[in-house]
């Protein structure tokens, strides 16, 4: 147990070294020294992350111990780069990241200690609905809601700005998971066989057609096409879970597909996304305004000129993308890191993700698989979405990418995710009771209580016996 313990605890100070030289080695090339306001706060998130471990040992002791190096990992490398960014750009929101990266390990500690049983959050289940609902839609309010790149999915107050679909996508996936383990049976039933697939009864893809209504809203209405997509998977791929049924996923991923193409024709914001994917180095859609590709262009040629293994730490010039520091993080991170470091990058969610899905795979409960699947899903499509529209996949979508991206919302929200695949994994991981030697011992049991009546039936024979001869006699 103890060398359990070490290696997992090296694993966490590795991941810590590593962050610490990437920060001095950026420092040393672009300021000639490591500043001091930022030696303080490094050093305080690094506690923050050893206390987290702590608590998890004490709270969590079954839980997945691969989780939290790679979130320490991502998340330093993202702070690293933005703090780069800053120096090109004269800013300073590196260290409001690194304030807002020690509310969130404080949050998740909170989580660690107070929440033993995940069970909990489905007595809350439409309670969540609502809650999601009320953040999914508070940026259209009148007075609060900001629209900024041509999205109108933050809200605002004074000088600071908050993006509520990050929490929103934690509240729906309470729901969807209650909602689908408590209708599983009604939803696995199949209706018709059609090229090979069992269609859905008609009386049954209520709930898929009102989560299709409400991502078309949010596409058309915030212009956001990212988060209508996140949304829409999350609940098409815990639909799949639930049901094992591949004709969900079928008319799920088609009924999307036909909302997009019809958004694409009539509202320009979508149009222009997509002109910018199909036709990004044309001159008429690159010098276009609104809804140019002259962003997407920039972020390309600072990826190719990274090469394989990069420019270098602070060597190159990642500043010259807009949005270098949020939308644009990973060519900015590609521009310097190269291909070898965006694999290295993609390799670290990979991790995470297999970790929650071994996680859905081994808990027992319904409830927990389908929460478990449900985060691990939504945080896969919105790795995704990201990659995918700086690499021309995909159309630009507007979403952050977890852990890495300048925010405090995003940044909050994905290590919120984090702890509650971390206590479902605890769940999971806990060994069962020795079924085998409780049965021994039942059997025992009967077995002598099965002697003692046989003892007792004998003696009652014996005296009975005894009885009669005296009779006899």
Request: a positive charge; one cysteine or more; glycine letters at 10%.
């Amino acid at each position: 147990m103890i060398a359990t313990r070490l290696r997992q605890v090296s694993l966490l100070v590795f991941a810590m070294l590593l962050s610490f030289i990437a920060f001095f080695q950026m420092f040393e090339r672009t300021a000639g020294a490591f500043p001091v306001k930022f030696a303080g706060m490094l050093v305080l998130a690094g506690v923050l992350f050893l206390v987290l471990w702590g608590l998890l040992l004490k709270f969590q002791p079954y839980a997945s111990q691969s989780i939290l190096p790679c979130v320490l990992l991502l998340t330093a490398i993202g702070t690293m780069m933005i703090a780069r960014i800053d120096d090109a750009n004269g800013t300073d929101v590196a260290f409001r990241q690194l304030i807002w990266l020690c509310v969130a390990l404080v949050l998740t500690m909170l989580l660690i200690v107070f929440l033993r049983d995940y069970r909990v959050l489905r007595r809350f289940s439409y309670v969540s609905m609502v809650i999601g609902l009320v953040l999914l839609l508070s940026p259209m309010i009148p007075g609060i809601g900001k629209d900024i790149g041509g999205a109108r999915i933050w809200i605002g107050f004074g000088s600071h700005t908050f993006q509520p679909g990050e929490f929103t996508k934690l509240f729906l996936a309470f729901f969807f998971a209650a909602y689908l383990f408590d209708h599983r049976d009604q939803l696995a039933v199949g209706g018709r066989k059609v090229l090979g697939m069992r269609l859905p009864r008609i009386k049954d893809t209520g709930p898929i057609i009102v989560v299709w209504l409400a991502s078309m809203g949010v596409l058309v209405i915030q212009q956001d096409l990212g988060t209508a997509l996140m949304f829409f998977a999350m609940f098409v791929s815990m639909l799949y879970v639930a049901t094992g049924r591949k004709s969900w996923v079928v008319i799920g991923f088609l009924a999307f597909a036909v909302g997009c193409v019809t958004a694409a024709k009539l509202f320009a914001h979508v149009e222009y996304r997509v002109q910018a994917w199909l036709h990004p180095l044309d001159p008429a859609v690159y010098n276009q305004y609104p809804g140019g590709s002259s962003q997407l262009v920039k972020g390309m040629f600072g990826m190719s000129s990274g090469g394989l293994m990069g420019t270098g730490l602070g060597q190159g010039h990642p500043a010259l993308t807009p949005l270098a520091n949020s939308d644009f993080i990973y060519s900015s991170l590609g521009e310097e890191l190269g291909l070898t470091g965006l694999l290295a990058i993609l390799v670290l969610y990979l991790v995470i993700i297999a970790s929650g899905l071994i996680t859905a795979m081994r808990i027992k409960d319904g409830f927990g698989k389908l929460l478990a699947a449900g985060l691990v899903f939504t945080m896969a499509f919105q790795v995704f979405t990201v990659v995918g529209g700086i690499t021309l996949v995909i159309p630009l979508t507007g979403l952050t990418l977890p852990y890495m991206a300048a925010g405090g919302s995003s940044l909050i929200a994905n290590f919120v995710l984090a702890g509650l695949l971390i206590v479902i994994s605890n769940a999971a991981n806990k060994p069962e009771p020795d079924t085998l030697s409780d049965t021994f011992q039942y059997e025992a049991l009967v077995a002598l209580g099965e002697r003692g009546r046989e003892r007792g039936q004998h003696g009652q024979d014996r005296q009975r016996s005894t009885e009669g001869k005296g009779e006899a006699a």
